[in-house]
């Protein structure tokens, strides 16, 4: 028997259908590479990607083929997105800050038909064309006349519906940032793409509706900028875009176009903080910022409360499309202390519905979620990956659980902590060290702008740390200030047994520290003390 409700599939041109009929003047702002700034509204966004997606058919694109993305935040990246997927394409967003021979790989494994690309990457293009086995043609994004993407959609007069199918259809291609081996490539659904967009705006995410204005500094090559795009069309949100990621640009758009909610890395907003430092300039109406790719240091979530805005750490990844957890304050909330509310927003969240996590040893017993037992984090749910693209075996096991990679612990309400990635963690005399809260730790320092911890040889003990210190610019912060400083945060045995100050530290292209660099580059370094 079958229940007697209406049935349709789940597709994500359904999303900016609902956008433009109920939010079509709702403001699409973009700030371009060349310092202009343009204005649509959701129903041009509509429009237009309709007119892409007759351009693609005349350009010979079927349903299933890839359409790749080289490109920042921008109106005609929304375009492309929802232009490819309306017309039953795959959208394949490339990360330009790969290396050369990860975007060759990349592109001609996806098999991808189509480019479209920034101005900006030009010389990338120009560079790796030879070798691109697999495109035919190549569109400007932000360029003019012959072959820019202006030119490929004026032609069409956007008379056309949508493609319609089922919703386990795949919608878009993401592939990993992986430090060691080829990027692995996850093929989003329709189904999963707007289940997942049902989670983003719930309230205990990012509690978004229409009177929300996003800013996602996060770009859209990055995990399909944390799914904002398919939740503002959702809810039928203003979005900002900016195609630079300038603390100066980013501070006024937040500023000139009332920016309620914003989306970035750590460092997104260690460089804004240097901003409103350098000139007295914050943003005004910021009401959440959400902090994810690496964990938000305690020192950084208390600024950016500090400025009025609620934060939200958010923990996921591309194999979960990939928000999997974000920190939504308990009842009670406001009764709290500041100290317990930074410790409670330093961990990364509570589980959402759709998204179940367990913690494993080693043998692959589950650990009780008493907020102690550390042990490897596993994630299922219907916006996880079930196989990598291209992939002859399943990357789940046979119960659906997917190992994320990371060390964690539960709490016993559901809270998720991750201590460290399974590979960076310090085990030091048969105990482990995180890696991740000596850091983040050690950027509460005064003068400290950013630290790496790494495990270096030791006969006794294994290993101990080496902690890698940026200090902030004009700081002369000492080895001495800092063991101080750590002295109090950390365990004793946690403190590192050497210190050194380098210049910059070396991140992977979505912003996050690049320990497998790191650790090549100190491979022969000797502690005094071993």
Same mark, same amino acid.
Request: charged residues 20%; contains cysteine.
């Given at each position: 028997?079958?229940?007697?409700?209406?049935d349709?599939?789940?597709?994500v041109p359904?999303?900016?259908?609902?956008a433009a009929?109920?939010a079509?003047?709702?403001e699409i702002?973009?700030?371009?590479?060349d310092?202009s700034?343009?204005?649509?509204?959701w129903?041009?966004?509509?429009?237009?990607s309709k007119k892409l997606?007759q351009?693609?058919?005349?350009?010979?694109?079927n349903r299933?083929?890839?359409v790749?993305?080289l490109a920042?935040?921008?109106?005609?990246?929304?375009?492309a997105?929802?232009?490819?997927?309306?017309?039953?394409?795959?959208?394949?967003?490339?990360?330009?800050?790969?290396?050369d021979d990860q975007?060759v790989?990349?592109?001609?494994?996806?098999q991808?038909?189509?480019?479209?690309?920034d101005?900006a990457f030009q010389p990338l293009v120009?560079?790796?064309k030879?070798?691109?086995?697999?495109?035919?043609?190549y569109?400007?994004m932000?360029?003019?006349?012959?072959?820019?993407?202006?030119?490929?959609?004026d032609?069409?007069?956007?008379?056309?519906?949508?493609?319609?199918?089922?919703?386990?259809e795949?919608?878009m291609?993401?592939?990993t940032s992986?430090?060691? &081996?080829n990027p692995?490539?996850? $093929?989003y659904?329709?189904?999963? %793409?707007?289940l997942? +967009?049902?989670?983003?705006v719930a #309230?205990?995410v990012?509690?978004?509706?229409s009177?929300?204005?996003?800013?996602?500094?996060v770009p859209?090559?990055h995990?399909a900028?944390?799914?904002?795009p398919?939740?503002?069309?959702?809810?039928?949100?203003?979005?900002?875009?900016?195609?630079?990621n300038?603390p100066v640009v980013?501070c006024?758009?937040?500023?000139?176009?009332r920016?309620?909610?914003s989306s970035g890395?750590?460092t997104?907003?260690?460089?804004?903080?240097?901003?409103?430092?350098a000139?007295?300039e914050?943003?005004?109406?910021?009401k959440l910022?959400?902090?994810?790719g690496?964990a938000?240091p305690?020192?950084?979530?208390?600024?950016?409360?500090?400025m &009025?805005?609620?934060v939200?750490? $958010?923990?996921g990844?591309?194999e %979960?499309s990939?928000v +999997?957890?974000a920190?939504?304050? #308990?009842e009670?909330?406001?009764d709290?202390s500041?100290d317990?509310?930074?410790?409670?927003?330093t961990?990364q969240?509570?589980?959402?519905f759709?998204?179940?996590?367990?913690?494993?040893d080693?043998?692959?017993?589950?650990?009780?979620?008493?907020?102690?037992s550390s042990?490897?984090l596993?994630?299922?749910?219907p916006?996880?990956?079930?196989?990598?693209?291209?992939?002859?075996?399943?990357a789940?096991?046979?119960d659906?659980?997917?190992?994320?990679?990371?060390?964690?612990?539960?709490?016993?309400?559901?809270?998720?902590q991750i201590t460290?990635?399974?590979k960076?963690?310090?085990?030091?005399?048969?105990e482990?060290i995180?890696?991740v809260?000596?850091?983040?730790?050690?950027v509460g320092c005064?003068?400290?702008?950013? +630290?790496?911890?790494?495990?270096?040889?030791h006969?006794?003990?294994?290993?101990?740390p080496l902690?890698?210190?940026v200090?902030?610019?004009?700081s002369?912060?000492?080895r001495?200030?800092?063991?101080?400083?750590l002295?109090?945060n950390?365990?004793?045995?946690?403190l590192p047994?050497?210190?050194?100050?380098?210049?910059?530290l070396?991140?992977?292209?979505?912003?996050k520290?690049l320990?497998?660099?790191?650790?090549?580059t100190?491979?022969?370094?000797?502690?005094?003390?071993?």
């Amino acid at each position: 028997m079958l229940g007697g409700m209406q049935d349709f599939e789940l597709r994500v041109p359904k999303l900016i259908d609902h956008a433009a009929q109920e939010a079509g003047a709702r403001e699409i702002v973009s700030h371009w590479a060349d310092g202009s700034e343009t204005r649509t509204d959701w129903a041009g966004i509509h429009r237009s990607s309709k007119k892409l997606a007759q351009a693609l058919e005349r350009l010979g694109i079927n349903r299933g083929d890839r359409v790749a993305t080289l490109a920042m935040n921008h109106a005609n990246h929304l375009i492309a997105w929802y232009g490819t997927i309306g017309m039953g394409g795959v959208v394949h967003t490339i990360n330009p800050r790969l290396f050369d021979d990860q975007l060759v790989y990349i592109a001609n494994h996806a098999q991808d038909r189509v480019l479209m690309y920034d101005a900006a990457f030009q010389p990338l293009v120009d560079r790796l064309k030879e070798q691109l086995t697999s495109i035919e043609h190549y569109v400007v994004m932000d360029g003019a006349g012959d072959g820019s993407f202006d030119a490929l959609i004026d032609r069409e007069d956007g008379d056309y519906a949508w493609v319609e199918g089922g919703e386990r259809e795949p919608c878009m291609l993401c592939y990993t940032s992986g430090t060691t &081996g080829n990027p692995k490539g996850v $093929l989003y659904e329709h189904r999963s %793409t707007v289940l997942h +967009a049902m989670m983003v705006v719930a #309230p205990s995410v990012l509690a978004m509706s229409s009177s929300s204005v996003m800013l996602p500094v996060v770009p859209m090559f990055h995990a399909a900028a944390w799914g904002t795009p398919f939740a503002c069309a959702m809810t039928g949100a203003k979005m900002v875009f900016s195609a630079v990621n300038d603390p100066v640009v980013l501070c006024g758009l937040m500023n000139r176009e009332r920016v309620t909610i914003s989306s970035g890395v750590p460092t997104v907003w260690l460089a804004l903080f240097a901003h409103i430092d350098a000139t007295g300039e914050a943003p005004q109406y910021l009401k959440l910022a959400t902090v994810g790719g690496s964990a938000a240091p305690r020192a950084m979530i208390a600024r950016l409360m500090a400025m &009025g805005a609620e934060v939200k750490h $958010l923990w996921g990844m591309t194999e %979960t499309s990939p928000v +999997a957890t974000a920190g939504s304050p #308990p009842e009670g909330w406001e009764d709290w202390s500041d100290d317990r509310k930074l410790d409670f927003l330093t961990k990364q969240g509570q589980i959402p519905f759709g998204v179940e996590l367990r913690v494993t040893d080693d043998e692959g017993n589950d650990l009780p979620r008493d907020g102690e037992s550390s042990g490897r984090l596993h994630v299922r749910g219907p916006w996880i990956v079930q196989r990598y693209f291209g992939a002859d075996q399943d990357a789940a096991d046979a119960d659906g659980w997917f190992d994320t990679g990371d060390v964690a612990v539960i709490h016993p309400e559901g809270t998720m902590q991750i201590t460290d990635r399974s590979k960076d963690v310090i085990k030091s005399g048969g105990e482990w060290i995180s890696s991740v809260d000596l850091e983040n730790a050690a950027v509460g320092c005064p003068g400290v702008a950013e +630290a790496a911890a790494i495990g270096i040889y030791h006969p006794k003990w294994d290993e101990r740390p080496l902690l890698l210190i940026v200090r902030k610019s004009g700081s002369t912060v000492s080895r001495d200030e800092i063991l101080t400083h750590l002295g109090d945060n950390v365990a004793k045995w946690w403190l590192p047994d050497a210190i050194e100050f380098v210049d910059e530290l070396p991140h992977t292209a979505t912003g996050k520290l690049l320990k497998t660099a790191l650790r090549e580059t100190f491979k022969d370094y000797r502690l005094v003390a071993a």
